[in-house]
């Protein structure tokens, strides 16, 4: 560690490889949201602290432990603002404060930084980072049935296949409250066998003793009366009509009836994305979401429908196919370098070096002069280029052109029909692709 300052425990810094890598996985992301008709949304990363106490819910580990927070200012009576810990909050809030929902649907994603007071480890940081999308004012079993074929969509586009959505309903709010009540009366009757943490949890939120750990409550909730047998007649049919959407759409899912998600302001359809690549360890959540018709007006807006995701980048990463990563790595590499030992050779290659790459040619150029072609041929293989191109003041006078694989170490030659200096750039660049 020396005396050097380091990055804060579970913030880590990314570049390299995995920024590379981050570039290609959210490329493919904003061509599928762009796609499915959906805009970008960019709300700042501090906000007030009662919008998630509001938003998210105060019996929810995020607010009650996990909220990095601080005052606005040094102003007497300042407010509370905490860093975005999640990004559904934010974005409703930003709905009801612009008045956007006067045009519905709203359909937004985002993709940032979001910051929990966690126990850093492998999965899990203090500063991670979410994709996510909402969707406003469509209440449809329609919409929840695409919802679900664009997580699955997005997945796939990063050439993700080892994941599994399990799907679940809540019901609705009035359901929910009877459900609540014979939980309570299940667990109460055993209460003295559930951990500590489930029993505080019983009375405040029944429904999250089903995301306990513990072997215990495990058992106990194997036994438990289950939402679905409470779920009235609109809930019911909205549930049927997506599970035949998605069936028509293509959608691979696995039904989950203990499917409750943390947040106490998801209603009806909810769903999870869990890894089943083994990669993630115990952190092997990739993602959830689901409707959350109330939360809007929670927030202050009018009464409305909506429906969201959000996913962990990091944990996406962690997923990916050795296949892809190979894949995106070789295509990342320079499609060209240029070997140019001699002033004269020097001044030509940054005309075609400049040229090529306003064609989005990646090319590599030491831009000092006179460097040897030792020198220049070691810079090659280090910056691991696909090809090199050889100007030599031999070539240059001949109208050769040579460029040389420097995976086979092979070397192809076109002689031009003038000397290389009295070429135009452009025809000399069109030369070169052409070999390349
Ligand atoms: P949540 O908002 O808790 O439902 O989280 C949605 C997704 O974000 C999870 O499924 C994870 O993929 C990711 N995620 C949540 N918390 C963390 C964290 N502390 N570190 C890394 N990824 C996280």
């Not at 490889?17 to 762009?34: C, D, G, I, T």
């Not at 509370?80 to 909050?89: D, S």
């Not at 409305?304 to 050795?322: D, K, T, V, W, Y």
Request: aromatic share 8%.
């Amino acid at each position: 560690m020396g005396n050097g300052i380091q990055s804060v425990r579970g913030m880590d810094d990314l570049f390299g490889e995995k920024a590379r890598l981050w570039f290609f996985v959210e490329s493919k992301m904003r061509q599928v949201f762009s796609a499915y008709g959906y805009d970008e949304i960019r709300t700042p990363l501090v906000e007030y602290e009662t919008l998630f106490k509001r938003g998210v819910g105060e019996t929810s580990d995020i607010v009650q432990k996990e909220m990095y927070s601080f005052l606005e200012s040094d102003a007497e009576g300042a407010a509370k603002v905490v860093l975005r810990p999640e990004g559904t909050a934010p974005v409703v809030r930003a709905l009801v404060e612009h008045k956007s929902y006067q045009q519905l649907p709203v359909k937004w994603f985002y993709v940032g930084p979001m910051y929990r007071k966690e126990r850093p480890q492998k999965g899990r940081y203090r500063q991670f980072h979410q994709y996510g999308f909402e969707v406003f004012g469509e209440k449809g079993a329609g919409l929840d049935a695409e919802t679900l074929l664009l997580v699955q969509t997005l997945l796939e586009s990063c050439g993700l296949n080892t994941f599994e959505i399990q799907l679940n309903t809540l019901g609705d709010l009035e359901d929910r409250l009877r459900y609540k009540t014979a939980l309570l009366d299940y667990f109460s009757k055993h209460e003295s066998s559930l951990s500590p943490l489930s029993q505080s949890r019983m009375h405040k939120n029944p429904l999250r003793i089903f995301d306990s750990k513990d072997e215990g409550d495990q058992s106990i909730c194997n036994s438990a009366p289950l939402l679905k047998d409470y779920i009235g007649p609109e809930a019911k049919a909205h549930w049927e009509k997506t599970l035949q959407g998605c069936q028509e759409l293509g959608i691979r899912y696995k039904l989950n009836h203990k499917l409750v998600r943390g947040l106490d302001y998801y209603c009806r359809t909810v769903f999870e994305v869990t890894d089943t690549s083994g990669k993630l360890g115990a952190q092997n959540a990739l993602g959830g979401g689901g409707r959350y018709d109330g939360l809007v007006s929670e927030l202050g807006g009018p009464e409305m429908p909506a429906i969201g995701f959000a996913g962990g980048f990091e944990r996406l990463l962690l997923s990916l196919p050795e296949s892809i990563i190979e894949k995106q790595s070789a295509e990342n590499r320079f499609d060209l370098g240029i070997i140019d030992p001699g002033e004269n050779e020097h001044r030509l290659a940054a005309q075609i070096v400049k040229h090529l790459r306003s064609k989005q040619l990646k090319v590599d150029w030491d831009p000092e002069a006179g460097k040897s072609f030792k020198n220049l041929i070691k810079r090659a293989d280090r910056m691991k280029v696909k090809k090199s191109l050889i100007l030599g003041s031999q070539e240059i006078e001949s109208g050769l052109l040579k460029v040389k694989d420097m995976g086979s170490g092979q070397e192809t030659n076109v002689t031009l029909a003038k000397p290389l200096n009295q070429i135009s750039i452009e025809e000399l660049s069109q030369e070169i692709c052409k070999i390349l």
